[in-house]
């Protein structure tokens, strides 16, 4: 692994309209290979140890805070920020613009778990702006993924789903009442919403020994990820269903490799697999040992995908 304490040389807010201003930063070499770090959540902020899978020598390398986190404004703990304005097609609109204003002609992405839905719908849009794609838990937020993750999974949980239901007051639709509680005027409320959902999603992630991720979030960093996250799973992220993987043809001639936990239980390996088998130029590897959130394994696999980009080495044409 490489420093995750390099500084960045450059950053700003850039306006993208509707009133939102994205934080961006460039760290690394001015005359490297561009690459952008697409992070996940939706709404988790960008992160700078994603930095040490980068060699800083030969990339330059960007992060970003997608609209209503980070230090991205309005922040979408803020109950007046406008969520209406807060959409997939918003955030591809954003990158692209980004690489605009940043003067890059391509770049690589990289990014996992909801970075992985944003990078195959920008991908698709603009693949002549795309050099390589490496995704570590791979998600194309189809609402039977989504399901699967509030609803289905709740049988290997019966006792933690219990409750996150019933922060949900029982309610048929999960998402979309959380969805509600988040834009409720009391504060207490949307606190207690957040709470409930986090708590839920460490859950998911019991297994995988890693601590309580989510429930570690606080204040307004918890009430902005998950009004952002239950706003995009309630909404199917405005995708029609299937259709990063019904397009995946479109990433012709992008080398891609997909990294994915065999244990992963929020996001089951099947999707992965669906991906690598509809995107030509896509390599998959399956990490045995490894969940959601991956491991060393995984952490190696990254490196090593970028370090061979990065000399411009192409990826092997392993199919699964």
Not at 63 to 72: A, I, T
């Given at each position: 692994?490489?420093?995750?304490?390099?500084?960045?040389?450059?950053?700003?807010?850039?306006?993208?309209?509707?009133?939102?201003?994205?934080?961006?930063?460039?760290?690394?070499?001015?005359?490297?290979?561009?690459?952008?770090?697409?992070?996940?959540?939706?709404?988790?902020?960008?992160?700078?140890?994603?930095?040490?899978?980068?060699?800083?020598?030969?990339?330059?390398?960007?992060?970003?805070?997608?609209?209503?986190?980070?230090?991205?404004?309005?922040?979408?703990?803020?109950?007046?920020?406008?969520?209406?304005?807060?959409?997939?097609?918003?955030?591809?609109?954003?990158?692209?613009?980004?690489?605009?204003?940043?003067?890059?002609?391509?770049?690589?992405?990289?990014?996992?778990?909801?970075?992985?839905?944003?990078?195959?719908?920008?991908?698709?849009?603009?693949?002549?702006?795309?050099?390589?794609?490496?995704?570590?838990?791979?998600?194309?937020?189809?609402?039977?993924?989504?399901?699967?993750?509030?609803?289905?999974?709740?049988?290997?949980?019966?006792?933690?789903?219990?409750?996150?239901?019933?922060?949900?007051?029982?309610?048929?639709?999960?998402?979309?009442?959380?969805?509600?509680?988040?834009?409720?005027?009391?504060?207490?409320?949307?606190?207690?919403?957040?709470?409930?959902?986090?708590?839920?999603?460490?859950?998911?992630?019991?297994?995988?020994?890693?601590?309580?991720?989510?429930?570690?979030?606080?204040?307004d960093t918890r009430?902005?990820?998950?009004?952002?996250?239950?706003?995009?799973?309630?909404?199917?992220?405005?995708?029609?269903?299937?259709?990063?993987?019904?397009?995946?043809?479109?990433?012709?001639?992008?080398?891609?490799?997909?990294?994915?936990?065999?244990?992963?239980?929020?996001?089951?390996?099947?999707?992965?697999?669906?991906?690598?088998?509809?995107?030509?130029?896509?390599?998959?590897h399956v990490v045995?040992?490894?969940?959601?959130?991956?491991?060393?394994?995984?952490?190696?696999?990254?490196?090593?995908?970028?370090?061979?980009?990065?000399?411009?080495?192409?990826?092997?044409?392993?199919?699964?």
């Amino acid at each position: 692994m490489y420093s995750d304490g390099t500084a960045p040389y450059d950053q700003g807010l850039l306006d993208v309209g509707d009133g939102n201003r994205i934080h961006w930063e460039v760290s690394g070499n001015p005359e490297g290979r561009a690459a952008l770090v697409v992070h996940g959540g939706p709404g988790s902020g960008s992160s700078p140890r994603n930095r040490r899978f980068f060699d800083p020598e030969a990339y330059r390398l960007v992060l970003f805070d997608q609209r209503g986190c980070g230090r991205s404004t309005p922040h979408a703990s803020d109950p007046a920020a406008d969520m209406g304005v807060n959409t997939t097609a918003h955030l591809v609109a954003d990158m692209e613009r980004l690489r605009e204003h940043l003067g890059i002609d391509r770049w690589l992405l990289y990014g996992g778990s909801w970075g992985s839905t944003l990078i195959l719908a920008y991908a698709e849009a603009y693949p002549e702006r795309v050099t390589e794609i490496v995704i570590a838990a791979v998600t194309t937020t189809r609402r039977s993924e989504t399901a699967w993750l509030y609803e289905g999974v709740g049988r290997f949980f019966p006792e933690a789903h219990e409750r996150f239901r019933a922060g949900a007051g029982g309610a048929a639709d999960l998402v979309g009442a959380y969805a509600a509680l988040m834009n409720h005027p009391d504060r207490a409320v949307r606190e207690k919403a957040a709470a409930d959902w986090c708590a839920w999603e460490d859950a998911v992630l019991s297994g995988e020994g890693r601590g309580t991720p989510y429930t570690d979030r606080v204040d307004d960093t918890r009430l902005g990820f998950v009004r952002i996250c239950s706003h995009y799973f309630a909404h199917g992220a405005w995708l029609e269903e299937g259709a990063l993987i019904r397009d995946a043809h479109r990433l012709a001639g992008i080398p891609g490799v997909l990294i994915h936990g065999r244990l992963d239980m929020g996001g089951p390996l099947g999707t992965a697999w669906e991906l690598a088998r509809a995107w030509p130029d896509a390599e998959l590897h399956v990490v045995e040992t490894a969940g959601h959130l991956g491991g060393k394994e995984t952490g190696e696999l990254v490196l090593a995908a970028l370090d061979r980009f990065a000399v411009g080495i192409p990826a092997a044409r392993a199919k699964p």
